[in-house]
């Protein structure tokens, strides 16, 4: 698979698989988020998705794929820093607001700053229909922000802080997007980039969770939070690894925009699993996250 991906890369037919790769990733983001939020403290449930996929990740990255070129340690030590930040950042953020809330504004933020990190770090540029296709998406995602900001009722003494810190949440989102996608291309297999990814990244929240956890006074029972963890790990498996196979084969700024619909399935998993409302004006927010994503396809 490794020989086919890398022959379409630019191609018209790298278009279409990155494109069908962004959209799945948005779906399984949406839904990585809701097992991070769901009924588990986020850090106890980051901790056992990252060990889960550390302890996968790990005979693959040993055994199967071809080692990283030497070239590749530095690259990695940078990834695993930016998300470390990312993932501190995600944990106060969640701890802090409600799900429908502050998951518009950090997925709001990432593709404005990574559009702009990819044309300095990649030289992509977006046509002006693109860009119109930015903003209606744009508007969308933080339309529906203000709305539950508006509406929401739990975690309001907390929300305003929520937002601060999904802003800066947004903007690691971009800067793991854009030097993810400079890594996976800077390895010959992406597959190599990927395993190593996993099986580094998985040493940091599972000690933050352990010591959270020993604290706790009333601590949950580990079965559902380990099975929580292991559903997890393969969809962040699939969900990481489609949006990076996607910044591999075609524009990095197109596939974070195209990824950002994961807002709606985000609205609609809040709505059926977590029970939170969801009324026409949301509705129509939604589909202006869609249409703008639409947009910004058909731009290019």
């Not at 709305?147 to 739990?154: A, F, K, M, P």
């Not at 305003?160 to 690691?172: D, K, R």
């Not at 190593?196 to 010591?211: K, L, T, Y």
């Not at 099975?227 to 690894?241: D, E, K, N, Q, Y």
């Amino acid at each position: 698979m490794s020989d086919w991906l890398t022959s379409i890369e630019g191609t018209e037919q790298g278009h279409q698989v990155a494109l069908g790769l962004a959209l799945l990733a948005a779906l399984l983001h949406a839904i990585f988020g809701a097992l991070q939020k769901g009924r588990h403290d986020p850090w106890l449930s980051r901790g056992a998705i990252d060990a889960s996929y550390c302890l996968m990740a790990a005979p693959v990255a040993l055994f199967v794929v071809p080692w990283p070129e030497p070239h590749m340690w530095p690259i990695f030590g940078v990834v695993w820093l930016i998300h470390v930040g990312y993932k501190l950042m995600q944990g106060w953020t969640y701890s802090k607001g409600a799900y429908t809330v502050v998951y518009p504004v950090v997925r709001g933020t990432g593709p404005l700053f990574t559009v702009i990190g990819a044309y300095v770090l990649f030289g992509e540029t977006f046509t002006g229909v693109q860009w119109f296709g930015v903003a209606v998406l744009l508007s969308g995602i933080y339309g529906l922000a203000v709305y539950n900001l508006r509406t929401i009722e739990v975690d309001r003494h907390t929300l305003v802080p929520a937002l601060w810190l999904a802003v800066g949440t947004g903007f690691f989102v971009a800067l793991y997007t854009t030097y993810d996608a400079y890594g996976i291309r800077a390895t010959a297999d992406p597959f190599t980039f990927l395993a190593w990814f996993f099986f580094i990244d998985g040493f940091f929240m599972p000690i933050i969770a352990a010591v959270r956890w020993q604290r706790m006074a009333d601590r949950p029972d580990l079965g559902p939070l380990a099975l929580r963890g292991v559903i997890g790990a393969f969809v962040a498996f699939f969900s990481f690894g489609s949006i990076m196979l996607a910044t591999r084969l075609d524009k990095v700024g197109e596939a974070a925009v195209l990824r950002e619909t994961s807002t709606v399935f985000a609205a609609l998993i809040g709505w059926l699993i977590l029970k939170e409302k969801v009324g026409p004006r949301r509705l129509l927010l939604m589909a202006l996250i869609a249409l703008g994503a639409v947009i910004v396809e058909m731009g290019g």
